[in-house]
């Protein structure tokens, strides 16, 4: 079946260790989405990738970065994660043609 | 300030009745709209969507209805199953059409 995978699905990592969080997909959607949702909140974009162009919200901070090296893979890195990093991160894809995004299950993300 | 706004945290039906969820949004520029579904541990599934030409839209037992003048749109659930039961999300893509907005969701619980 055609999807969105994110790996792992729980990631602990330690206050100020980088770690980074990735998304594959196998339905060849050329634009690729990183959502942070915090608990009980709405999930809020991060940045999301046309092809390999890449568009960061202007509130998304500097210690988050993200690499697309191809159409199927696309990498969150947490430069210096802090205790307000911890939240579920959502990989989504879109394909040019639709409004409709498809979203992976979601990394969940522990900072001690 | 959330530009997209749910305003009822969860809603309580019985098997068999209709369930409304409602969503509210800000920016009248916002054209087109969607409802995601969220099972827990899972990531979100599209469910329904409307563009701003159309006020109503309807695919099998769930209708979305949108109200420009008011900047209201609700979902419907007619009959509710208790499959239904999970987090619903209101969605609207911004101004450029990069961006998914996001309500903060409600929890319908469908009772049998």
């Known amino acids: 079946d055609a999807m969105v995978i994110q790996n792992p699905r729980y990631q602990v990592t330690q206050f100020g260790k980088p770690v980074t969080l990735s998304c594959s997909q196998t339905?060849?959607?050329?634009?690729m989405y990183w959502y942070q949702q915090k608990s009980s909140q709405a999930p809020k974009l991060l940045f999301h990738y046309y092809d390999k162009d890449f568009n960061n919200e202007a509130d998304t901070p500097d210690n988050f970065q993200s690499r697309r090296p191809n159409t199927s893979f696309c990498f969150l890195d947490i430069r210096s994660p802090g205790l307000g990093d911890a939240a579920m991160y959502l990989c989504a894809t879109r394909p040019d043609s639709s409004y409709e995004q498809y979203f992976g299950p979601g990394t969940r993300l522990t900072v001690t | 300030d959330q530009q997209v706004k749910q305003n009822s945290p969860s809603l309580s039906v019985q098997e068999g009745r209709i369930s409304i969820l409602n969503c509210d949004y800000t920016n009248s520029m916002f054209d087109y709209f969607l409802w995601y579904k969220k099972y827990p541990a899972e990531g979100p599934t599209f469910l329904i969507s409307i563009s701003s030409i159309k006020d109503k839209n309807e695919d099998g037992r769930f209708t979305v209805f949108l109200n420009k003048s008011a900047k209201h749109l609700s979902l419907h659930i007619v009959p509710s199953q208790p499959g239904d039961s999970a987090v619903y999300f209101c969605?609207?893509?911004?101004?450029?059409?990069?961006?998914?907005?996001f309500g903060k969701g409600t929890t319908l619980s469908v009772s049998s």
């Open positions: 339905l060849n959607h050329n634009v």
């Open positions: 969605a609207a893509y911004n101004q450029a059409g990069t961006a998914l907005i």
